[in-house]
């Protein structure tokens, strides 16, 4: 990779300007050493799902699919961000985090997917054999993704019609769709090695007059919320994580936790937000309905309407006229 260095990489790696977003072998140590994790659920069952049809004119409809994994129809295209259909994620088949929810739209009853928006390569958010299935079933897919991950797409066949973006770049997506790439605060790492050799990132999605912003995976950084909105306008609506995030000590680098996910909704002024990246894979230490609790006592304690910032269960859906 030739890049010339800048305010976020120095010539061989990424990093936050400002801040630190990953934890060292020595931190994982003391997390798995002093960790006390709920019990979780084995298996949640999945309720039926029905989609709502596709937008015309200026709609906009986002359906959950699990963790951070959306079904997005715009401007007469489909999305999906961060794909994750599988039922264990890590680096070697049948070990990793097992699903406690199944997606709630399999791989073969998606519709035609137009466009994949690739927010970071940890395995939570970007998963080979998905982006794998999804290549070969739609000829055409286009991938959008932070700097540095044709490498890695190309072994899943994902790369043929790939855009790379730094913070700010964007791209014509499908279906006359603008896509912007923000800064999130975050980090990169699929082995001990090659630690933040690729970019991470938020999306915006803007076409026919509505605005969809995807975090991705985030720290809190009131800071970095206001720019975005400054430089973005408000959003229709914000994909924002709520899950992930005990014990703070470790995770508040890279994960935010619902009270912060409210402050980021009022930063970026979004007109409705959705929560996302809980209840799939059990992570982190807090219990499988915990951030749907915090999130609604962090909302009321904000004054927000219940229904302007949701947590929707898989294969709901949010439609915005």
């Known amino acids: ?73 715009a401007c007469g295209a489909a999305w999906l961000t961060d794909p994750v259909f599988s039922n264990r994620i890590g680096p070697f088949r049948g070990l990793g985090p097992r699903r406690v929810v199944p997606p709630a739209i399999p791989l073969a009853a998606l519709p035609p997917i137009d466009g994949v928006l690739l927010s970071h390569d940890h395995y939570d958010h970007c998963d080979l054999p998905s982006l794998r299935a999804l290549a070969a079933a739609n000829e055409g897919l286009a991938v959008v993704s932070p700097l540095n991950y044709r490498a890695l797409l190309k072994a899943a066949g994902a790369d043929r019609n790939l855009v790379e973006l730094d913070w700010w770049q964007s791209c014509e997506g499908p279906g006359q769709t603008a896509v912007e790439l923000v800064p999130a605060r975050h980090w ?41 909105a400054d430089r973005c306008g408000a959003p229709d609506i914000a994909l924002l994580p709520i899950g992930a995030y005990e014990p703070r000590w470790f995770m508040s680098d890279a994960h935010m936790n619902p009270a912060e996910a409210v402050a980021c909704h009022r930063a970026l002024r979004a007109r409705r937000s959705v929560g ?46």
């Open 188 to 228: 990169c790492r699929r082995s001990p090695w090659g630690t933040n050799v690729r970019l991470w990132g938020g999306f915006f999605v803007r076409g026919a007059g509505r605005a969809l912003y995807f975090a991705g995976d985030s720290g809190h950084d009131p800071a970095l919320m206001a720019q975005i």
């Open 1 to 73: 990779m030739k890049l010339p260095p800048s305010d976020h990489f120095n010539g061989r790696t990424f990093f936050n300007p400002g801040s630190r977003s990953q934890r060292g072998l020595r931190d994982v140590l003391r997390w798995k050493l002093t960790s006390r994790p709920a019990r979780w659920p084995r298996e949640v069952p999945l309720q039926p799902v029905v989609i709502p049809p596709a937008p015309t004119g200026g709609g906009l409809v986002v359906t959950w699919i699990g963790h951070s994994t959306f079904l997005i129809r």
């Open 276 to 321: 996302m990246h809980w209840g799939a894979f059990q992570l982190t230490d807090e219990g499988y309905h915990e951030p749907v609790e915090e999130l609604a006592i962090a909302r009321d304690a904000a004054g927000i309407a219940p229904g302007d910032f949701v947590a929707l269960l898989p294969g709901e859906s949010l439609v915005i006229d």
